[in-house]
């Protein structure tokens, strides 16, 4: 039997996982990824863990002047149904829901789980999770800036609608994608030691 080879490690790669960060949609313009770039971002975001290659997430592109289209839907969708709100609250989010995508390229995955398999629909909600970190870290490895967001636009089933999602499809994340008008400073992450246990078998 041969005996097996570990790979080499990938120092470029650890660092991009240790340094991504997001960057807020209102601070991302252009360049963002062109065709070629748009399609291997998604071919590697949808490189994930998929229990039986159920494929259970789907992929809708905004970019161009579709950005400003689906904005001012939103934007008529979110007055319309919330007709009861303060009318200068409400107008405020009308025209954040206009300006949603200022980012080059968005791109919206949709989690779509498949019945009828030993698959339960949580696991295959989580490959669509993977597809959206997937799709930060490769945008940030080809040296763009992203963020992954929902909101009303991602939940709300008229928003939904102007997408295009039918019954059983959710959208998992709504990914921005371009470039920093400035460098943010990073948040705080995590004390990992306080949030680790190693599990030992009960005495």
Not at 1 to 25: F, G, K, N, Q, W
Not at 70 to 96: T, V, W
Not at 135 to 161: E, N, P, Q, S, Y
């Amino acid at each position: 039997m041969t005996p097996s080879t570990r790979r080499p490690p990938l120092p470029e790669t650890l660092a991009v996982l240790e340094t991504r960060r997001s960057v807020a949609a209102a601070g991302l313009q252009a360049p963002g990824p062109d065709a070629a770039q748009t399609r291997r971002l998604l071919a590697i975001a949808a490189r994930v863990p998929d229990h039986a290659m159920l494929a259970p997430w789907r992929f809708i592109v905004i970019e161009g002047a579709a950005r400003g289209a689906i904005g001012a839907l939103l934007s008529d969708a979110y007055r319309d149904h919330n007709p009861d709100m303060a009318p200068e609250k409400r107008e405020k989010f009308a025209a954040i829901m206009g300006r949603l995508f200022p980012a080059p390229l968005a791109v919206v995955v949709v989690s779509r789980p498949v019945g009828g398999t030993m698959i339960p629909d949580f696991e295959q909600q989580l490959s669509a999770g993977a597809v959206c970190m997937n799709l930060l870290t490769g945008a940030t490895a080809m040296g763009f800036d992203a963020i992954w967001v929902t909101g009303w636009a991602a939940t709300h089933r008229a928003a939904l609608t102007i997408l295009g999602l039918i019954e059983g499809e959710r959208v998992a994340g709504i990914l921005h994608i371009g470039t920093a008008t400035e460098t943010p400073a990073d948040r705080p992450r995590p004390d990992v030691s306080a949030i680790t246990t190693h599990w030992s078998p009960p005495r």
